[in-house]
T-cell receptor, first 112, second 115 residues
Framework: KQEVTQIPAALSVPEGENLVLNCSFT??????LQWFRQDPGKGLTSLLL?????REQTSGRLNASLDKSSGRSTLYIAASQPGDSATYLC???????????FGTGTKLQVIP | GAVVSQHPSWVICKSGTSVKIECRSL??????MFWYRQFPKKSLMLMAT?????????EQGVEKDKFLINHASLTLSTLTVTSAHPEDSSFYIC???????????FGPGTRLTVL
């Protein structure tokens, strides 16, 4: 059974800092990994999708890397802004085609 | 891009009533839709997989008679919470998969509060 863990569970940083969110998964036989953002009371917003053949993906200030062999992914946020404050979830396929297991989430607060 | 909508966005109901939540893929056909539930301060948990024209597949521990799922067309799946109780209060999110890709597109979610 796929288990996905995110560290840290919560993070508070001053505006402008670069930061790294970590995601680890137990079953490395995945074909992709997604990072999502969730604002309080809202649905998910997809940030980045990394295919198993890729090592990283970039979108603006976000960069996600994937190391299948070690079962890890990181989400790097450059020059953080208060608007980045949200919960970040990683998700990997598990237990069958297109089913997804979500990580425990990292709640980020960027202080102005 | 692929858009998934949910209706209603929030609902408050009395204990014992049934509530239906709709999930629609607006600009694509989705043979498979997924329903998730999120408890406060917890991550999303998959409840069931909904395939068009067939019975839904429920995850272990999810009561199929409690959470009725119907996927009558390639653009619509519904989740009905029957005889709702306060412990059913939660955030329900659906997702739909674009057939040509592995990407799931998520709806905005429905917040259910049972009094």
């Amino acid at each position: 059974k796929q288990e996905v863990t995110q560290i840290p569970a919560a993070l508070s940083v001053p505006e402008g800092e670069n930061l790294v969110l970590n995601c680890s998964f137990t079953d490395s036989a995945i074909y992709n990994l997604q990072w999502f953002r969730q604002d309080p009371g809202k649905g998910l917003t997809s940030l980045l999708l990394i295919q198993s053949s890729q090592r990283e993906q970039t979108s603006g200030r976000l960069n996600a890397s994937l190391d299948k062999s070690s079962g890890r992914s990181t989400l790097y946020i450059a020059a953080s802004q208060p608007g980045d404050s949200a919960t970040y979830l990683c998700a990997v396929p598990s237990g069958g085609y297109q089913k997804v297991t979500f990580g425990t989430g990292t709640k980020l607060q960027v202080i102005p | 891009g692929a858009v998934v909508s949910q209706h209603p966005s929030w609902v408050i109901c009395k204990s014992g009533t049934s509530v239906k939540i709709e999930c629609r893929s607006l600009d694509f056909q989705a043979t498979t839709m997924f329903w998730y539930r999120q408890f406060p301060k917890k991550s999303l948990m998959l409840m069931a997989t909904s395939n068009e024209g067939s019975k839904a597949t429920y995850e272990q521990g999810v009561e199929k008679d409690k959470f009725l799922i119907n996927h009558a067309s390639l653009t619509l799946s519904t989740l009905t919470v029957t005889s709702a109780h306060p412990e059913d209060s939660s955030f329900y999110i659906c997702s739909a998969t674009l057939a040509e890709t592995d990407t799931q597109y998520f709806g905005p979610g429905t917040r259910l509060t049972v009094l």
